[in-house]
């Protein structure tokens, strides 16, 4: 109705209807008024009884009059008014509509006027200020009229309206607005009239269609059925300023079914709608939104199948008169939503919520059983299984929001099933997610992270690959996270796989990662429980196996990042861990244990099994550095570190420790003697604890039961020569290079035992200023008793020299050492030494005419067989060797040995020197295999 009195012709159907009540009320009050008036001759004088029976035929006569009048009246006065309405339609609309009435019945007794067949047709054109409108209406009737406020033109009561079995075809809407656009329907109606009080307004079993001329692209509209109804519809200012009423009425009933639209390249379907204002009820059931197939560019997509959508205790008046939205519960069954985002989004800035609303209270909330997915998103988010549960929730566009609530509801309650997203071009997925703001518990379920493709993400971005059965967080405070507080009770993180790759670039504090978000994060407890963990990018990227840790009272934020009493943002941390693992001085190493401990409230760290590991052979070594490199291997039953400073290590990287143990250590080195000597600078030298970036500070070191397993091979021979140092214990004091400890006065310092070939005992002593740049410190000891014999498991292969016999009593030695080189003392107290040159000839160790000879020469001339020698005399050999700055200290300490020894033999000084000095070289072999 409002749609007709406002645009096809500014009241023409009003104005004829009410031109047909107002001709009955007329005629109703023109028979019914009195009588005095009418030339009547009666007698002056009568008796009582006569004036009774004239009043009796004065009444029975007007009643006569009065029903032959109506009956003329109702014979000729429906035509009249049909014909009169007819006219005025075609009058109103300058002949651009055209009405026809198929019947009109009028009652004055009734008050009431009936109008059935009624067709409205346009012209073939309009003015572009109506639109065009086809209107076939099976019935109307109008009933209860109050022809007196007709008459007067007040508010007019009517007892009903009610239109039944329209149809209704709009083809065009107007293309301008007309002059009384922009007033209410109540300064808009007919024959000035100050308002209409209906009882019942229904609009019953109506079609409607909106199928306009031209392109498809245009909106259209149908619907197969539709019931509309109204209780007390009061049209005046009264009713327009009375807060309960929505849309001038008490209440509005709504039952639409089976409606069909079209609009923005999308088609919406509708099974049934129910609206009821007085039940304050709206029910969707089985909506449909579909895009077509063809759509402007830069046009989002939409296609949403929902099942039913049920509102209750909607104040409508409100919503409409104070922009507040207050309802009981709104329920969501089955949403299936999916969408596609056009890739450059719109410049258009979105209204806010408060643009249509003030405020916002709902009782409760409920989405059962969603699906949702958006394509062209950053993250493309795929949703199945939706449950959201949301209690209280207010919403107030001018004040501030409660700090009660969470997210404007007292409580929410979110699960989602097996769901996807793209987040940093990675690929999340998830098994399931369930929150609950009331328990203080969020779970995921069977999370995967894929890393981005090959040439997709950022390059030399962060790149994760995890998969995790579980991931638990209780005692989450939902109320301090609106805050942009993170506070919970414990995290648990259960079996998670992670691959990590860091960024090139090396990102910024954890907290300031997590400050975009988040102001403060507070969490009790962390515990990550059988985790594998592997990293990438890195020089020595770690892999563990079977990660079990706890962290307690965790805070990430600025202060707590600077906290001294904290150890990676938390208070203490416990770890154990299966098999650990990292490559060191890749690719020619891998180094690991079979388990860690670390306890940072008992300041201990442990790793068990250790193990350094070579891939390649010594040779092969050789081949692929280019020079001469040995192969290391090293086991390590146990290393203790006692008191250590898990702060420094953290925060600076500084190894501040009480003590650290190293028990049953077992180093094999291999070595081969083909190849070019290493043109690098030894980094295995004192002075170079000056240039460590970090500080080291223990001040004591224990090596228990070590064992240590060299084997040589040279150019002479392809025989194998093998030396052994078992049964190693020492105690090293002051392994530091801080200043505060580590000076002249208090240097490293040291004492230890051991065998050689685990035949001949050593005891031996260093003093050693760690921060001295010229190196310099002092090794002293003794060796014996041994025999000479057992050195020829090295002599023998590499030198072709043999002890044929001779045993050492006791071997002293001091020896002092710099970065120029070693000079010393020996003493060595032996007896029957002789020494045999030896040749290799068809795979095989000799003796050889001329190497007897030679070896007889030296006997005699150059080796003394005893020491004190034959007139008692104890002689001190001199050591004595030049520095290669590119072996390590360790080979210093073992030519100045070599030196004193052979001087103390008999050799001169100079050739003992040039013997202690002597390294090989030979061309590299074409294969690892020779």
Known sequence: ?????????????????????????????ETTKSPVGLPLSVPAASTTSTPRRRWVWWLLGVAVLLLVLSLIAQRLLDPWLRRKLEQQVTTQTHGQYRLQVGALHTSLWQRAIRLSGLRLRPAPTVADTLPRVRLDVAQLDVTGIDLLALLRKGVVPIDSVVLDSARIEVLALAQKPTRNAGKPLHEQLPLKLKGLDIGYFGLLHTQASYQPDGAQAQ??????RADL???NLLISPAGAADSQRLGYAIGWNLRLQHAQGQAAGHQLAVAGLTISTADQLIQLDSGRVRPLGTTSTGQPRVDLALPRLRLTGLRAAALQHQRRFRADSLLIQQPQFTASLPAMGSDKKPKAASDYLKSLDLAHLAVRGGYVRVRGAAANPVINGLELAGTAIHFDSVNAPDAQRIFFAKAWKVA??????????????????HLSTSKG?????????????AGQGKPGGVRVDLAMPGLSLTGLDAKALQQRHFKAQSLVLDRPN?????PVQPPPPFWKLLSKQLGCSD??????????????????????????????SIRIDSAANIDPRRIAYARAWELNTGRFSAPFDPPYYRASSEHVHLDTDAHQLVFTDMLLRPRFSPIGMNLRKGYQAPAVTVKVKALTLAGLDFVGLVNHGDFRMKRATVQSPVATIASDGRGPINPNRSKISPEEMLNLPVIVDVPRVDLVNGNLYTTYRSPLTPLTGTMRITRFNGTFLNLSNDRRHQTPATPLTGRATTYL???????AQVSMYLLDPKGRHRIWGAFGPGSFAMLNSMTVPTKLVEFKRGNAQRIRFDMRVDRQGTTGTMTTEYTGLQMELLGYKDEEVKKTLLKRVISKAVNVIVVRDQNPRKRGELVTGEMKSTREPRFSVFALWRQGVVSGLFNNVGVPQKIAQKLSEAQDQAPLPKSPSK
Request: proline share 5%; with cysteine.
């Open 1 to 29: 109705m409002r749609l007709f009195i406002d645009s096809v012709s500014e009241g023409t159907t009003l104005t004829g209807l009410f031109f047909v009540i107002s001709f009955l009320s007329f005629a109703v009050s």
């Open 219 to 224: 909106p259209t509209a149908r619907f197969r």
């Open 229 to 231: 109804s109204a209780q």
């Open 416 to 433: 989602l099933g097996r769901s996807q997203a793209t987040v940093a071009a990675h690929a999340l997925a998830l098994g399931s997610l």
């Open 441 to 453: 518990t969020f779970d995921l379920r069977s999370v995967r992270i894929r890393p981005p493709a």
């Open 498 to 502: 992670l691959d990590f790759t860091p």
């Open 523 to 552: 969490l009790a407890l962390v515990r990550v429980n059988h985790a594998d963990v592997r990293f990438g990018r890195w020089r020595h990227a770690p892999h563990v196996n079977d990660l079990n840790a706890t962290g307690k």
């Open 757 to 763: 070939q685990n035949q001949c005992r050593l005891d």
